[in-house]
């Protein structure tokens, strides 16, 4: 792999382009990981806002 190809960022891409690097890399986690973010977020001001009063 050359240097261009790793330091391509995702707007130079084309859709189509993109679309198979997301396909060739094979990770699909789905929306866990935004929902988990959300949820560990929300336990964390939580808990900051009960600590602090």
């Known amino acids: 792999m ?5 330091t391509r960022q995702d707007e130079n891409l084309s859709v189509p382009e ?3 690097e997301e396909r060739k890399d094979g990770y699909d986690f789905g929306s866990w990981p935004e929902v988990f973010g959300l949820v560990f977020t929300l336990i964390v001001s939580w808990l900051i ?3 602090r009063g």
């Open 49 to 51: 806002l009960t600590i």
């Open 18 to 20: 993109f679309e198979g």
């Open 2 to 6: 050359s240097d261009q190809e790793l």
